[in-house]
Nanobody, 127 residues
Framework: QVQLVESGGGLVQAGGSLRLSCAAS????????MGWFRQAPGKEREFVAA????????HYADSVKGRFTISRDNTKNTVHLQVNSLKPEDTAVYYC????????????????????WGQGTQVTVPS
């Protein structure tokens, strides 16, 4: 189990950028798949990006490909989401989540596979 704390959200104009961070506690951080999800008002939580335990594989939702970049630093127990070219439709609460591997396999996009979640950080892009 890991405890997750997000930071870096804020209000930014369309076209702007933010760097979201997620700090994790626990000695086994490097064994978890880390994901970012977001939830806009009145909508279901949706997958944004995920990164494998080593950082060698990344996954993105089609809506953010080319604009968002996920990365991790296993020496500092942190995962980041660089969000560029922000649009009003990116407005949401962004959540960091951790998924334990099952026989070395994982499902990046399924929120039900993630067992630990942070409290979220708000990103607002005015229209």
């Amino acid at each position: 189990q890991v405890q997750l704390v997000e930071s870096g959200g804020g209000l930014v104009q369309a076209g702007g950028s933010l760097r979201l961070s997620c700090a994790a506690s626990g000695r086994t951080f490097s064994s978890y798949v880390m994901g970012w999800f977001r939830q806009a008002p009145g909508k279901e939580r949706e997958f944004v990006a995920a990164i494998s335990p080593s950082g060698g594989n990344t996954h993105y939702a089609d809506s953010v490909k080319g604009r968002f970049t996920i990365s991790r630093d296993n020496t500092k127990n942190t995962v980041h989401l660089q969000v560029n070219s922000l649009k009003p439709e990116d407005t949401a609460v962004y959540y960091c989540a951790a998924q334990a591997l099952v026989y070395s396999a994982y499902v990046a996009q399924d929120p039900l596979k993630y067992g630990d979640w942070g409290q979220g950080t708000q990103v607002t892009v005015p229209s």
